[in-house]
């Protein structure tokens, strides 16, 4: 019923930019903050930003605070992430996941989660 895919991954190199998509169907988009987290090979998964579903609110991880910038548009439910400025160590699947409501940024702590798309940073 709900599904969430994520799009936009590819190869770019170091200094580029991508923009990731996460359409979402099967549930009421405006009602959940969205995240988005990534994964490297024999990385645990790690949290990215989130976007809070009524005010908009955003929060980032330190790392990428200044070069992605998470944003939404509730009248088409898709979620985008931003990346500028990118680094090989940005190279990782990364994920959307949604929660409602919002009480962690913990990968755990998520309701629902896309299959990922990869993103690969060459140097």
């Known amino acids: 019923q709900v599904q969430l895919v994520e799009s936009g991954g590819g190869l770019v190199q170091a200094g580029g930019s991508l923009r990731l998509s996460c359409a979402a169907s099967?549930?009421?988009?405006?009602?959940?903050?969205m995240f988005w987290f990534r994964q490297a090979p024999g990385k645990e998964r790690e949290f990215v930003a989130l976007?809070?579903?009524?005010?908009?609110?955003?929060d980032y991880a330190d790392s990428m605070k200044g070069r992605f910038t998470i944003s939404r548009d509730n009248a088409k439910n898709t979620v985008y992430l931003q990346m500028n400025s990118l680094k090989p160590e940005d190279t990782a699947v990364y994920y959307c996941?949604?929660?409602?409501?919002?009480?962690?940024?913990?990968?755990?702590?998520?309701?629902?989660w896309g299959k990922g798309t990869l993103v690969t940073v060459s140097s």
């Open positions: 099967g549930l009421t988009f405006s009602r959940y903050t």
């Open positions: 976007i809070t579903g009524s005010t908009y609110s955003t």
């Open positions: 996941a949604a929660d409602s409501p919002y009480t962690t940024r913990h990968p755990d702590g998520m309701d629902y």
